[in-house]
């Protein structure tokens, strides 16, 4: 650790800056991802492209070192809480200068199920990947998840299960939301240890993502997939 010690952030160039961050973000070393955006917002950095290229870039590696079994929960979640560090100082930033939004998802764990682990980890990856989470925590029956998608307007709704007695209430949501006529409004996504793809289909999500990354790697294609048919619907090309 002893060369880490003499890295004098300040001094080094964009370049290598945004480069000592994407390791930084990578250890989970918080208090240095906050000093790294810091000095490229101090040197006229975009809160934008501090977000994009130093931040987003940083935990897309992690994700996929995740995805890749070389990261483990422990790593992943010191890393976005890193990233949470940058994004406080960085949210209001934003915010002003209406940087362009990547979308934004409202998740939760199912009515009957307090199991938040891998919620707390597809929330923080979404984050990292740059989009606005409301997390309604655990436990959430039908009422939570309607109230949440009509306050909040989400692109994606997200329902976590660990038990395989609480899976089947993830239909009970989306045929809810079939009756309300909301169903095609929004992506669904579902999640959890004991879930598969034949599972999802049955219940009538859009995806079944098995771990954060994959829900990041999911969440941007279904949007931008979204996005092009209502571009081409509009005759927009």
Same mark, same amino acid.
């Given at each position: 650790?002893?060369? @880490? ?145 009509? @306050? ?86």
């Amino acid at each position: 650790m002893a060369e @880490e010690d003499d890295i004098v952030l300040s001094e080094l160039d964009d370049e290598e800056l945004v480069q000592q961050m994407h390791d930084d973000l990578y250890d989970g070393l918080k208090d240095e991802v906050e000093e790294g955006v810091n000095i490229l917002l101090g040197r006229g950095w975009t809160p934008y492209k501090v977000l994009t290229e130093a931040l987003v870039e940083g935990m897309r590696i992690v994700g996929i070192d995740f995805r890749d079994g070389i990261l483990f929960v422990p790593e992943v979640l010191m890393a976005a809480n890193s990233m949470k560090a940058g994004m406080v100082i960085l949210r209001p930033l934003l915010a002003e200068t209406g940087a362009p939004r990547m979308g934004k998802m409202v998740i939760g764990t199912v009515k009957g199920d307090i199991h938040d682990i891998g919620k707390n980890l597809v929330s923080m990856m979404m984050e990292g990947a740059g989009y606005e989470v409301i997390d309604i925590g655990i436990n959430n029956p039908v009422e939570n998840y309607l109230a949440a998608i009509e @306050e909040h307007k989400p692109d994606i709704l997200g329902m976590s299960a660990l038990l395989t007695t609480t899976m089947p209430y993830m239909k009970v949501v989306i045929d809810t939301m079939k009756e309300k006529g909301i169903r095609d409004d929004y992506i669904v996504l579902v999640g959890g240890a004991p879930l598969n793809e034949a599972f999802a289909e049955s219940v009538g999500a859009d995806a079944y993502c098995r771990d954060a990354a994959v829900a990041v790697e999911t969440a941007k294609k279904m949007i931008a997939e979204r996005e092009r048919s209502n571009s081409a619907a509009m005759g927009v090309s």
